[in-house]
């Protein structure tokens, strides 16, 4: 089975920096993705972990370590746009379709 | 590109109606998919399915059916509704390819209400 665990809120200012944390269990790791969503709308991709180390994507870093079962993702010089849900998946390579199991999602509020 | 999109947006049904929620995608892609959100349980897999024709049951199939009979499109059916099925429902699609960013693209989501 899968058991992925993200902090339910966060709180960050304008200009700063936040580390949203994910943790997780799988039995076919095949990949970790973060996903934002903004309130009333659906997901959108944002970024993709599949070996150990840091992917960088402008204000955006994700990090995972395979060995602890851990991700996180950096955001950097917050904008107020940012307040959104942010959503860790795991992608398990043991289900028919590379099937992507979520956590229940963090909720940053960027605050001036 | 529409990307996926989804009817209807909103809808509201009484405990034992039935009905059909549409998922329509122009990206050519194989692989299809129906989640339903709910406050604190996160994204849960209802159905998939691999190509057309096909479909498997995800983590929550229970009261759901769907059926993929062109590769396009995707439907979700409730024969008789329940209002533990009041919750946000959303379509995504991928290429199917088994390895590196084989990104899901989610639609913009059905709000059901069931009383």
């Known amino acids: 089975g899968q058991n992925i665990d993200q902090p339910t809120e966060m709180t960050a200012t304008e200009g700063a920096i936040v580390q949203i944390n994910c943790t997780y269990q799988?039995?076919?790791?095949?990949?970790l993705f973060w996903y934002q969503q903004h309130a009333g709308e659906a997901p959108t991709f944002l970024s993709y972990n599949v070996l150990d180390g840091l992917e960088e994507k402008g204000r955006f870093s994700s990090f995972l370590s395979r060995s602890k079962g851990y991700s996180y993702l950096l955001l950097k010089e917050l904008q107020m746009k940012d307040s959104a849900s942010y959503l860790c998946a795991v992608r398990d390579g043991l289900t028919g379709a590379n099937n992507l199991f979520f956590g229940t999602g963090t909720r940053l509020t960027v605050i001036p | 590109n529409a990307g996926v999109t989804q009817t209807p947006k909103f809808r509201v049904l009484k405990t034992g109606q039935s009905m059909t929620l549409l998922c329509a995608q122009d990206?050519?892609?194989?692989?299809m998919y129906w989640y339903r959100q709910d406050p604190g349980m996160g994204l849960r897999l209802i159905h998939y399915?691999?190509?057309?024709?096909?479909?498997a049951k995800g983590e929550v199939p229970d009261g759901y059916n769907v059926s993929r009979l062109k590769k396009q499109n995707f439907l979700l059916g409730l024969e008789s509704a329940a209002p533990s099925q009041t919750s946000v429902y959303f379509c995504a699609s991928s290429t199917g390819r088994l390895a590196g960013t084989d990104t899901q693209y989610f639609g913009p989501g059905t709000r059901l209400t069931v009383l």
């Open positions: 799988t039995s076919g790791f095949n990949g």
């Open positions: 990206m050519n892609h194989e692989y």
């Open positions: 399915s691999v190509g057309e024709g096909t479909t």
